[in-house]
């Protein structure tokens, strides 16, 4: 299994308990558009990964990253 796909999996399962709508996830995914996150939402789940992943998502990151599969690369870079 790569990193990559191991990221993936994580991630997907972290974003579960913030799924409140139960949609399908997939690289494609937008947080904001398809899961309807608002701001609050995202801060939580980002803390979620940070301490997951041991890793910092700068706010600058945040504000690049719009789907799942931005995510899950921008994991795979920090974690090098």
């Not at 980002?46 to 041991?54: K, P």
């Amino acid at each position: 299994m790569s990193d990559r796909t191991a990221v993936y999996d994580t991630v997907t399962t972290l974003i579960e308990p913030f799924n409140k709508k139960g949609v399908a996830l997939s690289d494609a995914t937008t947080f904001q558009g398809d899961l309807e996150w608002d701001s609050l939402t995202v801060m939580d789940f980002v803390a979620a990964i940070e301490d997951d992943f041991d890793i910092i998502i700068t706010m600058n990151m945040q504000a690049e990253i719009e789907t799942v599969g931005q995510l899950v690369d921008a994991v795979v870079k920090l974690k090098g």
